[in-house]
């Protein structure tokens, strides 16, 4: 194929006039001002649109967000009785289905949810409400049964929850993670722009995600990742990150993921420093889901076998921890999230190698939170200025469906730290539009020969305007501006 007269976005290095792109075997082999058409190739009249890499999401639950659209939005809900009311709304719509919801922080609730509460409503259905950071399940006696918990009245949290999560489908049947389900996600993104995903789910493993690409859900690249559960499969399999999965090189192996801390609204992440109210007794600094002996350990199995590793580590004392682990058994890969972290620490990231995956639209959502759980601490939250700064590899996601599969939402929550009409949120941490944008292609820069063809084709520059209020707006919309997207040269999604 021949792209014809389009103008890249000049995320690398400089930008020449309009160009042609040729593109063969899934791959840009060359870029330059009227390039002869060769005899058999299809061409692509660009008119003068913009060109960039197509943009990746590094850290997604595709599984989970595949089941979003069936989920009762909880987000609003200021009260147990309030999120009781919208489930009894959705049970009287719709009573003989079971209700998944999601989205709700009881962190600021006057009361706090109860197995009773939900028991109380007049229903055989499983009752599964995800709260909004998804590291707690708020569930009735019916789907504690249905997904083989004990009785309780209080919530399902952290590593008991994370095990149940993965299965939801069994509550849901298999219409809502089906083949054809995860293909309708995959489509949804690409009409974004997306390329591909570093597919972080709880559930499956390599022949579930070979399965199911064979069934046609294989729109994207997808890298997926396993758990410390699924770690010995993996290694009998001889498989490395970046090996490819069915025998097609755009579903490879990710890497070992590992939840070293707990979350901000739960209060379990890690920290140096107390919580400032309604800590969890006994671990009013969070708390760690390993000892450091055990997360060496796992990291240096993935390191032995040739994995990368994805270490979850949202309070400052778990990438601490975390960093000491990389050092200590050479391990490669990069920290999820580092919602709050030290100027130090960032230094040792960029030392060490360590990649930083950031989910820049949570700084939205956890914004009140963070001022009153972590009190003179939010100048060190989501600290890209000094990431960049310091040279630490940043790439940037969403964490699915705890914040939308929406890269523009996360290039625009990192140029202006604000979802309302307040004033950036420490703006001193805030980066560019190109530096963001930079983050979210998988380290592809301009366009260039030698480049994957995975390419997105817009119909306005996304760097046209300054980094300011008004152009995080108009890029929280910029996917109305996607005209094509291409995956190793097959369009993935074509405007209408």
């Given at each position: 194929?021949?792209?014809?007269?389009?103008?890249?976005?000049?995320?690398?290095?400089?930008?020449?006039?309009?160009?042609?792109?040729?593109?063969?075997?899934?791959?840009?082999?060359?870029?330059?001002?009227?390039?002869?058409?060769?005899?058999?190739?299809?061409?692509y009249d660009a008119a003068g649109r913009w060109l960039m890499p197509g943009l990746w999401d590094q850290h997604v639950h595709l599984g989970q967000w595949t089941l979003a659209?069936?989920?009762?939005?909880?987000?609003?809900?200021?009260?147990?009785?309030?999120?009781?009311?919208?489930?009894?709304?959705?049970?009287?719509?719709?009573?003989?289905?079971?209700?998944?919801?999601?989205?709700?922080?009881?962190?600021?609730?006057?009361?706090?949810?109860?197995?009773?509460?939900?028991?109380?409503?007049?229903?055989?259905?499983?009752?599964?409400?995800?709260?909004?950071?998804?590291?707690?399940?708020?569930?009735?006696?019916?789907?504690?049964?249905?997904?083989?918990?004990?009785?309780?009245?209080?919530?399902?949290?952290?590593?008991?929850?994370?095990?149940?999560?993965?299965?939801?489908?069994?509550?849901?049947?298999?219409?809502?993670?089906?083949?054809?389900?995860?293909?309708?996600?995959?489509?949804?993104?690409?009409?974004?722009?997306?390329?591909?995903?570093?597919?972080?789910?709880?559930?499956?493993?390599?022949?579930?995600?070979?399965?199911?690409?064979?069934?046609?859900?294989?729109?994207?690249?997808?890298?997926?990742?396993?758990?410390?559960?699924?770690?010995?499969?993996?290694?009998?399999?001889?498989?490395?990150?970046?090996?490819?999965?069915?025998?097609?090189?755009?579903?490879?192996?990710?890497?070992?993921?590992?939840?070293?801390?707990?979350?901000?609204?739960?209060?379990?992440?890690?920290?140096?420093?107390?919580?400032?109210?309604?800590?969890?007794?006994?671990?009013?600094?969070?708390?760690?889901?390993?000892?450091?002996?055990?997360?060496?350990?796992?990291?240096?199995?993935?390191?032995?076998?040739?994995?990368?590793?994805?270490?979850?580590?949202?309070?400052?004392?778990?990438?601490?921890?975390?960093?000491?682990?990389?050092?200590?058994?050479?391990?490669?890969?990069?920290?999820?999230?580092?919602?709050?972290?030290?100027?130090?620490?960032?230094?040792?990231?960029?030392?060490?190698?360590?990649?930083?995956?950031?989910?820049?639209?949570?700084?939205?959502?956890?914004?009140?939170?963070?001022?009153?759980?972590?009190?003179?601490?939010?100048?060190?939250?989501?600290?890209?200025?000094?990431?960049?700064?310091?040279?630490?590899?940043?790439?940037?996601?969403?964490d699915a469906p705890v914040s939308p599969l929406d890269p523009w939402l996360a290039v625009a929550a990192a140029v202006h730290r604000s979802g309302d009409d307040r004033e950036?949120?420490?703006?001193?941490?805030?980066?560019?539009?190109?530096?963001?944008?930079?983050?979210?292609?998988?380290?592809?820069?301009?366009?260039?020969?030698?480049?994957?063809?995975?390419?997105?084709?817009?119909?306005?520059?996304?760097?046209?305007?300054?980094?300011?209020?008004?152009?995080?707006?108009?890029?929280?919309?910029?996917?109305?501006?996607?005209?094509?997207?291409?995956?190793?040269?097959?369009?993935?999604?074509?405007?209408?």
């Open positions: 194929m021949l792209i014809r007269d389009t103008r890249l976005v000049a995320l690398t290095g400089h930008v020449p006039g309009p160009v042609d792109v040729r593109v063969e075997d899934g791959v840009v082999t060359e870029v330059g001002p009227s390039l002869p058409t060769r005899p058999g190739e299809s061409t659209s069936a989920r009762l939005d909880l987000a609003s809900a200021r009260s147990s009785a309030e999120a009781v009311a919208a489930v009894r709304a959705r049970l009287e719509e719709w009573p003989d289905l079971p209700v998944i919801g999601w989205g709700h922080r009881p962190t600021a609730w006057p009361d706090s949810p109860t197995v009773s509460d939900l028991d109380a409503i007049d229903t055989d259905q499983p009752i599964v409400l995800i709260a909004g950071d998804g590291h707690h399940g708020w569930l009735n006696t019916t789907a504690l049964h249905v997904l083989a918990l004990s009785s309780r009245q209080d919530v399902v949290s952290e590593g008991e929850w994370f095990q149940a999560y993965g299965r939801l489908a069994g509550v849901m049947g298999s219409d809502g993670t089906g083949p054809d389900a995860y293909r309708r996600s995959m489509e949804a993104a690409a009409a974004q722009g997306v390329v591909g995903l570093v597919d972080l789910e709880f559930s499956g493993g390599v022949a579930d995600w070979v399965d199911r690409w064979s069934a046609g859900a294989d729109l994207l690249r997808v890298r997926h990742a396993c758990y410390a559960d699924g770690l010995d499969d993996v290694l009998a399999r001889g498989l490395r990150s970046g090996d490819p999965l069915a025998d097609d090189p755009r579903l490879t192996m990710g890497p070992l993921k590992i939840i070293s801390d707990g979350s901000l609204n739960t209060r379990t992440a890690w920290c140096c420093e107390p919580y400032a109210e309604k800590a969890v007794a006994g671990f009013e600094e969070g708390q760690p889901n390993q000892t450091p002996d055990e997360l060496r350990a796992l990291l240096a199995r993935a390191a032995s076998g040739g994995l990368d590793v994805a270490v979850h580590a949202i309070g400052d004392r778990a990438v601490t921890e975390a960093l000491d682990a990389f050092a200590d058994t050479g391990a490669r890969g990069g920290i999820e999230h580092v919602q709050l972290t030290t100027r130090d620490d960032v230094r040792r990231m960029a030392g060490l190698g360590v990649r930083a995956s950031v989910q820049p639209a949570h700084l939205l959502d956890d914004r009140d939170v963070t001022e009153r759980l972590w009190p003179g601490r939010a100048e060190r939250c989501f600290p890209l200025r000094w990431m960049l700064d310091d040279g630490v590899d940043v790439v940037l996601g969403s950036p949120w420490h703006p001193e941490q805030s980066i560019t539009a190109r530096e963001a944008l930079a983050a979210s292609t998988d380290g592809w820069g301009t366009v260039a020969a030698g480049h994957p063809a995975d390419l997105v084709l817009l119909d306005a520059d996304p760097l046209d305007g300054s980094s300011d209020r008004a152009h995080a707006e108009r890029l929280r919309a910029f996917a109305d501006h996607v005209v094509v997207t291409w995956v190793a040269g097959d369009a993935a999604y074509e405007r209408p």
